[in-house]
């Protein structure tokens, strides 16, 4: 109730008057009523009471968080947060050595960055995560939807379709060995067609689609709330270009960074972005870092850089809170994103011990 | 999109008069703009302004598709998803041929045949869908004044002596090539820039250029500070017209690149210029 007036999220105009007025704390202008106060200030009657419904409403709101409210608060102790990491699905890559490094798979409520020279496989994994979202929940997926927005018109319809087509299959193998009955109910809404038409598309050909999208997104995601990922496929992309001003670039991947991380949170999805790369010319040689600077690189909380070496693919996790530096080998065959060999029946007891929700799976016929 | 002007973003007028004193006069200009700003430079309050971004956001916004969609509406069209090549070998590690609405890269080291290649496509590009092509014209952008019309005539004769059985047919083919010869980088991307009015008023169903490397090698000097920065930009400027342009008409676009040496783990500055790794931020 102390608040004072200048905090307050009125109108510029309206504040300047307030303050001209002599007015300094909330509870001046909760006191002083709406006709009182449009006689003060010169403003209409409707105006001063939309404006004391303003501050009535954020002194509320400030209230509640100092008692320990729930609601818009985002407080909770640890032991409640552990309880939620560990009851949270994950996203799975189909490639075993890929979702170990990473804890699981995809985390959900976090950002994952996705860095690599082109033609590495990055949007092959976006693909092929995009169809993973939707896998039951009996299967060991999360059951959710994915938006996908695409910067680079890289996006194969057609690709999705052999991956989602793949999938489909591999959970049919896994229920015709398994004969458990939620697993054949669950097939009968995982096909090919629905998997398709869950995944929603949007092609932004500049940076100011690709913000007014985002800014869209939270309505987005209120009416579709099964949505638990969102790909932004080539976020260097439409910054690379137009930008002669260096810091009006920091400041929209910043921004764009902050309603990121809030979507991520609010509507319980991975965000997940891919990068291109850059050379960093130096004193006496060059390398190959992610683009967008060294900002960008405080925005995704994990981050994974695709690599070759020679012809083999290799994935390095270079930046995580909760899993060490490690790097595997992938494969991407006509079924999606793979492990390079078949993985050993050791690997899919390692997968219930991490994953509780993950029913055991016999071992892998595919690849 | 990015420059669709306020007023046509459904803004009231008085609040578009009011932003265009601060110069804001576009979407791009007003979605740049923190929060804060927004409310000083329209004197609203916080939802308020919230709510005109999102106003704004709607105005600029790209339309929904599921995959489910897109799918169908390239079933029913699967003849003109790609330009067969008539390699057979080629057309059958392409899965068709070089694919309808995406950019493809020819690189190789001098004298393999890039050149003749783009040459041949272009003729293939003329041919009637019956016969395998795209009923319609080409554009060929040439930075090296490699093109040669005798050539190309040469090609369609003993290729289709049958389709080719007169002067006539040939002189018809050469008149919906349309070539433009352009030497600085500067005029590629200007040329580029306005090729949307040419495609649909000429019909094209094919851009050629050849080659985007020889303008870039020739203007930018990567031992000299900026160049660098400069020369990503003119690339990515052309790329992402071109990408519209391809996925707008669903037609292929073929650019060629050259060959240069990656020293591994020599200074970046003897490594150089359009190594195929760079270039492929142009194509798929």
Redo the contacts between chains.
Sequence with gaps: MQREVGTLPLAPALRARLAAAGFQTAQELLDTGPCGLSKEIGISREEALEALQVVRQECHGDAARTAGGSGATRRCTALELLEEEQSQGFIITFCSALDNILGGGVQLTKITEICGAPGVGKTQLCMQLAVDVQIPECFGGVAGEAVFIDTEGSFMVDRVVDIAAACVQHCHLIAEAQQEEDHRKALETFSLENILSHIYYFRCRDYVELLAQVYLLPEFLSEHSKVRLVVIDGIAFPFRHDFEDLSLRTRLLNGLAQQLIIIANDYKSAVVLTNQMTTRIGQSQSTLVPALGESWGHAATVRLIFHWDNSQRLATLYKSPSQKESTIAYHITPHGFRDVQPPAAAHSTEGTEMNPRKRPRTEEEKQ | ??AKKLRRAQLSQEMCERLSRYQITT??DF??L?LLEL??VT??????VQKL??K?????????????E??LR?SVNPSSAFLSTTLHSLDGVLHGGVPCG?LTEITSPPGCGKTQFCIMVSVLATLPVSMGGLDGAVIYIDTESAFSAERLIEIAASRFPTYFDSDEKLFCMTRSIHLYRELTCCSVLKRIMSLEEEIISKNVKLIVIDSVASVVRKEFDTKLQGN?AER???L??GA?VL??L??EFSIPVILTNQITTSLS?????Q?DLVSP?DD??LS?
Excluded: D, H
């Design positions: 999109m990015a979407c791009q979605l740049c923190s409310m000083k004197g609203q309050s916080y939802c308020e971004l999102c704004v956001s709607r105005a600029c916004a790209p339309k929904m598709q599921t995959a489910y897109m799918k390239k995406s660098l990503s930009n003119f990515t400027r992402s990408k519209y391809a996925e783990s020599g200074p970046a500055i490594a790794a492929l931020s798929e």
